[in-house]
């Protein structure tokens, strides 16, 4: 079946250093991909997607391009900020609306 | 606009109870998902309902069962808890009217505790 797999965490940066938070996938075909992101106390906010290969999904800062040769949709950001800080999972569409997510990434981030 | 609203937010129960949970889509939306969340496990799809009608299923035991009603909000019963159903449990409403892919908003979630 659909899998992802991501980086485990935490990852802990100063503000404005550059982020990657690594994600790959094992699915059929090449479904669409996504970033969600979960604040404390909160559900999840979409933060960007890409729905075919070599599509660049970006959003408040943060980018993360579709590579289907190595399955893979890391994201990144160039200058992380205090409140980036949160939980952050890479997904995949498997369904109409069933989503496949990763363990997630806790990114805290500090002044 | 209202964003996804789930009931209640917090749940104590205990080992053998049963639990419904209640979840409010975005007006116009039409595709009800729940999901269950745990340190363990993560992130684990339930089920999804459109127009009243149970679409897709995720790898839960029977005692997870859900329903759509006509105004799609949406409910979500485990019987017979067990400590491990402990969760978060987020619920997600999609416009979907069948055109493509749509994006998933996901409410606050209701945290239920199984003592």
């Known amino acids: 079946g659909d899998s992802v797999t991501q980086m485990e965490g935490p990852v802990t940066l100063s503000e404005e250093a550059f982020l990657t938070i690594n994600c790959t996938y094992t699915a059929t075909g090449y479904p669409s991909l996504f970033w969600y992101v979960q604040y404390p106390g909160e559900g999840l906010q979409l933060l960007l997607k890409a729905t075919k290969a070599d599509d660049k999904g970006s959003n408040k800062g943060f980018e993360a391009t579709y590579r289907k040769e190595t399955t893979s949709f890391h994201l990144e950001k160039g200058s992380v900020q205090v409140s980036d800080s949160a939980v952050y999972f890479c997904?995949?569409?498997?369904?109409?609306?069933?989503?496949?997510f990763g363990k997630g990434t806790m990114l805290l981030v500090s002044p | 606009k209202a964003g996804v609203t789930q009931t209640p937010r917090y749940l104590i129960k205990t080992r053998g109870q049963q639990v419904t949970l209640s979840c409010s889509p975005i007006s116009g939306h039409r595709s009800v998902s729940w999901y269950q969340q745990t340190p363990g496990q993560g992130l684990q799809f339930l089920f999804e309902?459109?127009?009243?009608?149970?679409?897709n299923k995720g790898n839960f035991p029977g005692r997870f069962s859900g329903r759509q009603f006509s105004n799609s909000r949406s409910e979500m019963n485990v019987s017979t808890l067990e400590l491990g159903d402990s969760a978060l449990y987020l619920c997600?409403?999609?416009?979907?009217?069948?055109?493509?892919?749509?994006?998933?908003?996901f409410g606050p979630g209701t945290r239920l505790t199984v003592t």
């Open positions: 309902y459109f127009s009243e009608t149970q679409r």
């Open positions: 997904a995949l569409l498997s369904g109409y609306s069933t989503l496949t």
């Open positions: 997600a409403s999609t416009k979907d009217d069948l055109t493509g892919w749509d994006e998933q908003y």
